[in-house]
């Protein structure tokens, strides 16, 4: 009964109802327009419980049929082709497809993406995962739909075959076990090389599943980082029901099991983790719950709405059940396995990416075992308005064929200069041009409940650059800006902007590594002209910074893990207690002034702790740190009216008088507790132990995801300091 075909959720579809299979077909072409023989074909769409995907190979002639099951099918899909020595292609399909003609895939150009992958200390780890994961496919999402992947070789080089070598954006995902997967920037395809990867140590979450029957093989588990609500980190449970994962970074986690056909389960939430504290043997029950069916109908014909997602939200929070949903079939038939609780089912049916009609939801109680029908709902198409949008140009006239872009799409003026479109009567709209062709820019907001919208042309200015490495090499597809990439010679331009404020120039992290000293934080632009930075000298290889690890005594500690906060950073030191730490940034993150370096050091068995913050790199001093016992912090929470905030999350991290840490702490790995939370107690009190002697702490209450009542705290070796009472205003 528990074989792994029975468990495994990918061939499983929660509420399964009859089969609806629709077919595609189409043909592949080389990029010169010949028939790709062979071709690899894959489906990827939005479905639950999870995406839609389908495989098939094509024939000598390039065509191609495959099948895929609308009844899993909610959203839009994408069908990707590949075939070797070519870039992937694809073709995109806005909503589920219903007899859809025969469609054309051409090939791209192929790009090979290359790199490096070290670990924290900047050794070369083999055997990394590289995977393209997201492609800019014109659609809501953006998973590439062809599976694409290679590993690194012994050095930590890798070369990944079949990008498309175009300004499609893509993104690399690199993952090992025992290592926090990284998931790089989104680049066009041609400019992915030479990539440099760190990899840093991993938490791990671990536990087992099981049900009444037993332990449960092939459940699919998920760990969701509660701080920012980011899938983190995913498992198969294996033939005992056991399961790990070992790639998050440091934080507070909800672990949830994808929908089984049979059986549900409560998220496991809450779960803090560490690299010297894992979450292990989490049990996770698996119930047969409840299970809620009826028929999803059009509202104002009633026929059968198929590929609607139906969801329930609990009654009381109106909170949406974790993983659980269904996809009505071609009857408009559903079945919803829930735990026991009270429930709203809802249901939504998308089209073109965004939600095209609703239905009222409907109460339920449900029992464990118990079997709830008719339990029926009606589309509704989302209520829309229209929209105006009036453009003028510098001269006060209208401004016809100017591209309107809102975030979601890109509309044109008409001869009038204006534009009109339908959209829900709800939304908060910012309408920008920044338009190439004209040099032209403005931007109006439309607040929720206003329907019309005038923008004011006026002239942009431009600024251009040239990056290049410490040899003089240019640097190629680097990012500047929000959508300017350096071409082959390191050349970029960026604009149209606005000239009615300075302009800060980011360089997707790079600026923190410039050599030259160029302004990137306030560049002024005028109307109609372009600002030259000239050449940029980026020096990749970064700085060093060189210290010595100690006891309180002066004598030298030798084995310590030293590492530099903010970058992740880190080395060993030798048997004279020195460290020196290569790779540093040259500068902070805003660019300017000097990069102060957050050293911390511990070894692995005394427990003693140390921090130098005060020596910038470049300057030739050396760091010493000196090993102590580490510090302690306690403190209140009271609400307002001096009530004390019971469960509520206290947290300490560091920071200086110019800047805090938050980030950077939490998902430090180690060698030192640089940043801790926990609960408080009846009273409203807390206790964070453990910390770095000699930093300087921020100490905050976090409720709903927001900071309050921040105070701060210089932690001593060995002793504790009382922050007093924190009442969480919001900051």
């Not at 965004?354 to 029926?376: H, L, M, N, P, R």
């Not at 580490?630 to 110019?658: E, K």
Request: one cysteine or more; aromatic letters at 4%.
């Amino acid at each position: 009964m528990h074989t792994r075909e029975k468990y495994l959720l990918t061939a499983l579809l929660l509420g399964a109802s009859a089969a609806s299979a629709q077919t595609i077909t189409g043909t592949v072409l080389l990029p010169d327009g010949q028939a790709a023989a062979g071709a690899e074909v894959h489906v990827y769409g939005i479905g639950f419980p999870e995406p839609v995907r389908a495989h098939t190979t094509a024939g000598p002639d390039g065509r191609f049929t495959l099948t895929i099951d609308l009844n899993q099918l909610c959203g839009e899909l994408a069908v990707g082709a590949r075939v070797e020595g070519s870039g992937v292609g694809w073709a995109a399909l806005t909503e589920p497809p219903r007899g859809v003609e025969p469609i054309e895939i051409v090939l791209t150009p192929e790009a090979t993406a290359t790199g490096r992958v070290v670990d924290r200390e900047g050794e070369p780890i083999a055997g990394a995962v590289v995977r393209l994961r997201d492609l800019d496919v014109g659609l809501s999402f953006r998973t590439c739909p062809v599976p694409l992947e290679t590993t690194t070789a012994a050095d930590g080089t890798f070369a990944l075959a079949g990008v498309p070598a175009t300004d499609h954006l893509a993104s690399l995902v690199v993952e090992k076990p025992g290592h926090v997967t990284v998931r790089l920037d989104p680049t066009p395809g041609r400019y992915l090389s030479d990539l440099q990867i760190r990899l840093q140590p991993a938490c791990t979450i671990s536990g087992r599943v099981s049900s009444e029957a037993g332990p449960v093989e092939g459940a699919r588990l998920v760990a969701t980082r509660e701080e920012r609500w980011v899938e983190s980190g995913t498992a198969l449970t294996d033939a005992a029901g056991n399961w790990v994962i070992d790639t998050v970074p440091p934080g507070t986690y909800t672990v949830r099991v994808l929908p089984l056909r049979e059986y549900v389960s409560e998220p496991l939430t809450g779960i803090r983790v560490r690299p010297d504290a894992p979450a292990e043997s989490l049990e996770i029950a698996l119930s047969g719950g409840g299970v809620v069916s009826g028929t999803v109908r059009d509202a104002a014909t009633g026929a059968p709405a198929q590929s609607a997602l139906i969801r329930a939200r609990t009654a009381d929070e109106g909170q949406y059940v974790s993983g659980s949903g269904a996809v009505s079939d071609a009857q408009g038939r559903y079945s919803l396995r829930l735990p026991p609780g009270a429930y709203e089912v809802t249901a939504n049916q998308w089209r073109g990416g965004k939600s095209f009609a609703v239905a009222e939801a409907s109460a339920v109680q449900v029992e464990s075992g118990a079997e709830i029908t008719g339990i029926d709902l009606a589309l509704t198409p989302r209520a829309e308005v229209e929209y105006r949008c009036v453009v003028l140009g510098p001269d006060g006239g209208p401004a016809p064929g100017i591209p309107v872009v809102d975030g979601r799409r890109t509309l044109k003026t008409g001869a009038d200069g204006t534009l009109t479109f339908r959209d829900r009567e709800d939304r908060w709209m910012h309408l920008q041009v920044a338009d190439e062709q004209t040099g032209l820019v403005g931007y109006a907001i439309v607040e929720r409940g206003e329907r019309e919208a005038t923008i004011q042309l006026a002239p942009g200015g431009w600024i251009a650059l040239r990056l290049v490495d410490q040899t003089g090499a240019p640097i190629v597809g680097a990012r500047c800006g929000d959508d300017s990439w350096t071409d082959a010679e390191g050349h970029a331009v960026l604009g149209p902007l606005s000239t009615d404020r300075e302009q800060r120039v980011s360089l997707a992290g790079l600026e923190q590594f410039v050599a030259t000293g160029v302004r990137l934080d306030s560049v002024t632009v005028e109307p109609g002209q372009t600002v030259d930075l000239g050449t940029i000298a980026i020096d990749r290889r970064g700085m060093i910074s060189r210290g010595l690890v100690t006891d309180p005594t002066g004598e030298p500690v030798a084995g310590c893990l030293v590492a530099d906060v903010l970058s992740g950073v880190a080395t060993r030191n030798g048997a004279d207690g020195r460290y020196e730490l290569a790779g540093l940034p040259l500068r902070p993150e805003d660019g300017r002034g000097l990069y102060y370096p957050l050293i911390v050091a511990g070894p692995s068995e005394s427990g003693l702790l140390g921090a130098a913050t005060e020596v910038a790199v470049g300057t030739g001093e050396e760091a010493h740190v000196v090993l102590r016992a580490p510090g302690a912090i306690t403190g209140r929470v009271l609400a307002a009216d001096g009530r004390p905030m019971v469960g509520v999350t206290a947290l300490a991290f560091p920071g200086n008088d110019d800047d805090i840490f938050l980030n950077q702490a939490a998902d430090f790995a180690g060698p030192a507790r640089v940043y801790a939370e926990t609960e408080t107690d009846e009273q409203g009190r807390f206790r964070l132990d453990g910390l770095v002697p000699g930093l300087q702490y921020y100490v905050a209450s976090r409720q709903d995801g927001r900071l309050g009542g921040i105070a701060i705290a210089f932690v001593q070796a060995g002793e504790t300091v009382d922050v007093g009472n924190i009442t969480p205003n919001v900051h």
